[in-house]
């Protein structure tokens, strides 16, 4: 495939929710992980923004999927099926170019079979008192000062500016604009200490 066909595969992988490493896209869509970072800064200079989880269970992903997205499902792969049956025992002349077009599209709906691993938009059932204070500036806009306990143990003060809550392998998350770091970065809830 070339160049852009690659760029909206990537995409419509990124669309199902789900969180993918720079290995497994380089695999799926057969490119080098070069290509992969590549089409990462391609797709971001285009408008659709791709976001970065980091550590062992990092990987990319899409906090807003693509809206309006027309999918191909399975009724439409078994329209087309029984359509190319049709024309292969009537020897249509290009039944050939009809079945490279059918695998493009199961190819486009076996992307939408995967179960996600990434739940975004989350509703907590029993929201505490963190939850209430992180959604309710998700909704004003506003910023937020927390405490958090870093991956080596350490506290440090931040100053965040939460955009998104969600939930990952069973452990809730917020994507928020960190003034410490002067970048997007993913807080692990349960290691908030305290919050104002």
């Known amino acids: 495939m070339g ?3 690659n760029m909206m595969y990537m995409v419509d992988l990124l ?3 789900n969180i993918y490493s720079l290995k497994e896209l380089s695999k799926k869509i057969g490119v080098t992980e070069r290509m992969i970072r590549y089409y990462k800064n391609e797709i971001c200079n285009n408008g659709i923004a791709i976001e970065t989880f980091k550590g ?3 990987g990319y992903f899409m906090i807003d999927k693509v809206k309006n997205y027309i999918h191909v499902n399975k009724y439409d792969i ?3 099926e029984n359509i190319c049956n049709f024309l292969s025992h009537n020897n249509f002349e290009y039944v050939e170019k009809f079945r490279d077009f059918l695998n493009k599209a199961k190819k ?3 992307i939408y079979d995967e179960k996600s691993k990434y739940i975004s938009n989350i509703d907590i059932d029993m929201p505490g008192e963190i939850e209430k ?3 309710s500036a998700i909704n004003k ?3 937020i000062e927390i405490i958090y306990n870093d991956i080596d143990g350490r506290q440090s003060k931040r100053t965040i500016h939460p955009l998104h809550l969600f939930k990952y392998k069973d452990e809730y998350y917020i994507t928020a604009f960190c003034e410490l770091r002067n970048d997007i970065r993913h807080f692990e809830l349960k290691r908030i200490v305290n919050i104002k």
């Open 56 to 58: 062992p269970n990092g």
């Open 15 to 17: 669309n199902t929710g």
């Open 141 to 143: 806009n506003d910023k």
């Open 3 to 5: 160049k852009l066909l």
């Open 133 to 135: 204070i992180i959604k």
């Open 78 to 80: 078994q329209l087309l």
């Open 108 to 110: 486009m709906y076996s």
